[in-house]
């Protein structure tokens, strides 16, 4: 037994072999990268007979160049054929083809958010080759999960070529923890007779300010704050104060306390911003995004005149009272909403949201980011599905343009704190002493004035000197 022993362990040790001959056993194939192995042999590329070591290294292994390739190739040098035995190599057209259109070696073209350049990827073959960036819009990943759960898609070409990281990163907003689970909230006599379908823009038709588009600006966090501000003071006004509010102010003003513009901010801290220093009119202040995706820095809040010189108003600064939070469940979010207007919420992104069109929303199970996108509800409803099922959701208002979603809302699941969307619930009170006390039309300060008595709230109003500020 033990004579037996050694020459298995001695056989076991050595490596595999291909056609008799001992090497390791390492592929390499067709799929090789061109290089030369025969004829970089000296001084003979090639050997005559069977002759085991007119060799070349290859990939950790050896290559042969003798005649016994004749025989066996598989362990033969990938430039044997053409070296060795003067076989001309297959005629090719260097190049890639792509959408019928031929491309040289080396020209890049664009699929969705990757950048592809074509290359010698074999020997005798060329192709593209791509970088492995996740993309905004994965459109054939995404839509049938979509279309199973109710809801259609589209392939927006504004967030086409743009990386899912990327894409997030201009596009949404709320870049900083919330602090609105810290607050108290606002203890609502939940009405028992809500219709099972509200929308804002019905019960109060101009008073509901229009979708905005941020653009590649992620200030969310700037435009549904200004938006809902502007909607709760038109209401509680009755239409006195209708004026549609800068979102710019904010971006270029609230630079305290880790705001950052177009990079992302806090709600609540521009809710504060508000009431602390008020805010101006998009007609005063307008929207000001530069091509690098950036608003401008430089903060033109000036008491007496309006950073947009052909204004054809007086300036006005509108203020409201600190934001209060909203109950998490479905009917106090309801309430608040039917007797005072749209409320700011939050809600988690993922990159099948981008892709919405129609339908009620539901997650895919995409991948979710850790910033969130600020929205307004403005009302809910139910649908019912294909199998009978009834869905109830949240109408919301976007502020990606109207382009996108249905005419810039979407709809969303109610009910369920869906992607954290009841979470963290905010709405606000107009000012309205502050904002009548410097308006510089005196029929709305005295019409707001009226408004306020009947309301019976005991409030004085100083008109201003006619050389003071408005």
């Known amino acids: 037994m033990r004579k037996l022993l050694f020459p298995l362990l001695f056989l076991s040790g050595l490596p595999l072999c291909t056609g008799g001959r001992y090497r390791r056993f390492v592929e390499w194939g067709a799929d090789l990268a061109p290089g030369s192995f025969c004829s970089s042999r000296q001084p003979s590329p090639c050997c005559s007979g069977r002759d085991d070591g007119c060799t070349v290294e290859i990939l950790e292994s050896l290559c042969y160049c003798d005649v016994f390739c004749n025989r066996t190739s598989n362990d033969c040098c990938p430039d044997y054929g053409t070296t060795c035995q003067g076989i001309a190599p297959p005629v090719i057209k260097a190049g890639c ?93 939940i009405q028992s007779d809500l219709p099972s379908f509200f929308d804002c823009r019905e019960k109060w038709k101009s008073w509901i300010h229009p979708v905005r588009d941020q653009r590649n600006c992620a200030s969310s966090w700037a435009f549904s704050t200004v938006d809902v501000a502007a909607d709760r003071l038109a209401i509680e006004s009755k239409g006195l104060l209708t004026n549609q509010l800068s979102p710019q102010h904010l971006l270029s003003c609230d630079k305290r306390r880790k705001q950052r513009g177009c990079e992302g901010g806090s709600a609540e801290k521009a809710w504060w911003f508000i009431k602390r220093r008020g805010i101006m009119t998009e007609e005063c202040y307008p929207y000001n995004v530069t091509q690098s995706n950036t608003a401008a820095d430089r903060c033109l809040d000036n008491m007496d005149t309006c950073p947009n010189a ?96 249905e005419e810039g809302a979407f709809r969303i699941v109610r009910g369920e704190n869906h992607l954290d969307i009841e979470e963290n619930i905010l709405g606000v009170h107009a000012d309205m002493k502050r904002s009548l006390s410097t308006h510089p039309s005196e029929s709305i300060r005295d019409e707001g004035l009226i408004n306020i008595y009947n309301q019976k709230q005991i409030v004085v109003i100083k008109r201003p000197r006619p050389t003071a500020r408005p």
């Open 97 to 189: 083809v792509f959408d019928g259109k031929e491309f040289k070696p080396s020209e890049v073209i664009r699929k969705n958010c990757n950048v592809c350049t074509c290359s010698q990827v074999q020997l005798f073959r060329y192709d593209w080759v791509c970088s492995n960036n996740s993309c905004l819009i994965d459109f054939e990943r995404l839509n049938k999960s979509a279309q199973n759960l109710g809801w259609e898609t589209a392939n927006y070409t504004r967030f086409w070529n743009k990386t899912f990281t990327d894409g997030i990163k201009e596009n949404v907003g709320i870049a900083t923890e919330s602090k609105a689970q810290n607050m108290s909230s606002l203890q609502n006599k």
């Open 310 to 405: 052909n204004s054809s108003t007086s300036k006005i600064v509108l203020y409201v009272t600190p934001p209060y939070r909203v109950g998490d469940s479905e009917e106090e979010i309801k309430t608040e909403i039917y007797k005072r207007g749209p409320v700011q919420a939050t809600l988690q992104v993922s990159a099948d949201l981008f892709m919405y069109r129609s339908g009620v929303y539901r997650h895919t199970g995409a991948d979710l980011v850790q910033s969130k996108l600020a929205v307004r509800i403005i009302g809910w409803g139910e649908d019912i599905d294909n199998k009978g099922r009834v869905r109830k959701y949240w109408i919301c208002l976007n502020s990606w343009g109207t382009k996108w979603g």
